[in-house]
């Protein structure tokens, strides 16, 4: 069993950016790939990125590509998400997600995921 809490949400003006972490408990961090998403009012969830647990390789949605990025440290059993140049539709919930997996693995769908944190909240302000 996979434990997941975000963290770092919050508002921000459109333009701005936030870093979300995803500190993981209770088993092997190191041997799960993970995965970013979101899910806005009124809209199903939605992938936005993806990181295998060695040696790193990832994978964006095409909206966040070049204005996100995700990492790891296996060492603090934790995953982040840099958002940079945020835009009122980046407003979400969002979650992380986890799952054990080959070394260079990463997913991009929901149904592919074990584990899931509760969420957190970002809203861009325009």
């Known amino acids: 069993q996979v434990q997941l809490v975000e963290s770092g949400g919050g508002l921000v003006q459109a333009g701005g950016s936030l870093r979300l972490s995803c500190a993981a408990s209770g088993r092997t961090f190191s041997n799960y790939a993970m995965g970013w998403f979101r899910q806005a009012p009124g809209k199903e969830r939605e992938f936005v990125a993806a990181?295998?647990?060695?040696?790193?390789?990832?994978y964006y949605a095409h909206s966040v590509k070049g204005r996100f990025t995700i990492s790891r440290d296996n060492n603090k059993n934790t995953v982040y998400l840099d958002m940079n140049s945020l835009k009122p539709e980046d407003t979400a919930v969002y979650f992380c997600a986890a799952r054990t997996a080959s070394a260079s693995s990463v997913y991009r769908r929901g149904d592919e995921y074990d584990y899931w944190g509760r969420g957190t909240q970002v809203t861009v302000s325009s």
């Open positions: 990181i295998s647990w060695n040696p790193g390789n990832t």
